[in-house]
């Protein structure tokens, strides 16, 4: 599984933009970019799946450039509930794949009024 | 549609004692695995399954035996616990099919404090 490396917090206040960003140097052939959402004392919960250039759904985008080494989770307009832990899992999407999913540390986003 | 399933909630546990915390699926998932969660930290991967009758170990799964019998159950036993297992425990499951195995639903979690 390919190792990431993402900020450990962000501020930023509501109605801004926000873009976290990921990386993962030793990204496989195989592999797709996953970015997941946690509030305190909840599981996390998926948001975006991408594999390569833009990405985008009703919650937000994922920017991956064409040497796929970075990702960048951009969250649009945020309000104070997006406040929450964001992880980046990069790893073999195949079928068939045996290899345990893992997260890292992900990135702590505090949004202020 | 349940999605996972988790029980208990909430547990406290002796040192020494054993337990079996519980996680189902009604997605027809092929794969599901365990984590735990301490406070302030991420994820770590304790135990995972691609499919009944097979599992396999993650970063941490001392202390910990898993089984998969049938697709929808997958239970996480505590031998003998220790305070160092007090934490929180999230069982996940996704379809190994189509390429959606990164893509996780998660239960709501078990708190576990071992005394």
């Known amino acids: 599984l390919a190792k990431t490396t993402q900020p450990i917090s962000m501020d930023s206040y509501e109605g801004q933009e926000v873009n976290i960003t990921c990386s993962h140097n030793?990204?496989?052939?195989?592999?797709?970019i996953t970015w997941y959402q946690q509030f305190p004392s909840q599981g996390p919960r998926f948001i975006i799946q991408?594999?390569?250039t833009k990405v985008t759904n009703e919650v937000a985008s994922l920017f991956i450039p064409a040497d796929r080494k970075s990702s960048t989770l951009s969250l649009p307009r945020v309000s104070l509930s997006d406040t929450a832990v964001y992880y980046c899992?990069?790893?073999?999407?195949?079928?068939?794949?045996?290899?345990?999913?893992?997260f890292g540390k992900g990135t702590h986003l505090i949004i202020q009024p | 549609n349940a999605g996972v399933t988790q029980t208990p909630k909430f547990q406290v546990l002796k040192t020494g004692q054993s337990m079996t915390l519980q996680c189902a699926q009604d997605?027809?998932?092929?794969?599901m695995s365990w984590y735990r969660q301490d406070p302030g930290m991420g994820l770590r991967l304790i135990h995972y399954?691609?499919?009944?009758?097979?599992?396999d170990q993650g970063e941490v799964p001392n202390g910990y035996n898993v089984s998969r019998s049938t697709t929808e159950d997958f239970p996480l036993r505590l031998l003998s616990a220790a305070p160092s297992q007090t934490s929180v425990y999230f069982c996940?499951?996704?379809?190994?099919?189509?390429?959606?195995?990164?893509?996780?639903?998660f239960g709501a979690g078990t708190r576990l404090s071992v005394l």
């Open positions: 997605m027809n998932h092929e794969y």
């Open positions: 030793n990204i496989a052939t195989n592999d797709y």
């Open positions: 996940a499951s996704s379809s190994n099919r189509g390429g959606a195995k990164n893509i996780q639903y």
């Open positions: 991408g594999y390569k």
């Open positions: 899992l990069v790893g073999d999407d195949s079928g068939g794949g045996a290899d345990g999913l893992t």
């Open positions: 399954s691609v499919g009944a009758g097979i599992t």
